[in-house]
C-alpha cells in the first residue's frame, strides 16, 4: 500500500521534505522463489515501489537522497511504477493498480518509493526473504 497521510488537497510539483507518507507491505517476511507484489497507490500523490537490495550490515531507511530527491537504484530487482499494469512504468497514478513478479534469493530487500523525496518522506519498508 501506498499512501500520503494528513493533507487531503491536490498539490502540484514535487512533494516537499517532511510531507509524511506510507509504503506498507504485508507480510513483511516472505519465503525465497516468485515473488509478486501487488502495490496500490491510496494515496494521491504518484507513487511507485521499487525492489532493491539491502547490503549486509545496513539498515532499511538509510540511504542517502541525491540532489534530486532520489535514491540509487543500482541493483534494482524489479519495479511496479505502471498504472494498472505490470512492470516499469511512469509511477502509479491515485487510485490505480500496478504489479510485478520477481524471483528473490534469501536475503534482506528494501520496499522503497523513488519519487521524488519520497524515500526521505518515509516511503520505505524492509521485506526479508528466507530459505524456507
Ligand atoms: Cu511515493
Redesign the pocket.
Request: glycine share 0%.
Given at each position: 500500500m501506498?499512501a500520503d497521510a494528513g493533507m487531503m488537497s491536490m498539490m502540484n510539483g514535487p512533494a516537499p521534505m517532511g510531507a509524511r507518507?506510507l509504503l506498507r507491505a504485508v507480510p513483511a517476511t516472505v519465503p525465497a522463489g516468485q515473488v509478486s507484489f501487488v502495490a496500490e497507490n491510496v494515496g494521491w500523490?504518484t507513487?511507485?515501489l521499487v525492489v532493491l537490495p539491502l547490503q549486509p550490515g545496513y539498515a532499511a531507511g538509510r540511504r542517502v537522497s541525491g540532489s534530486d530527491g532520489k535514491v540509487d537504484e543500482s541493483g534494482s530487482l524489479g519495479e511496479a511504477s505502471a498504472s494498472c499494469a505490470a512492470g516499469a512504468g511512469d509511477g502509479l497514478a491515485s487510485g490505480t493498480v500496478g504489479w510485478i513478479s520477481v524471483t528473490l534469493p534469501p536475503g534482506r530487500y528494501e520496499l522503497v518509493?523513488n519519487?521524488p523525496n519520497?524515500y526521505i518522506d518515509g516511503?520505505r519498508q524492509e521485506l526479508d526473504v528466507t530459505s524456507g
Open positions: 501506498l507518507m500523490r507513487h511507485e518509493c519519487q519520497h516511503m
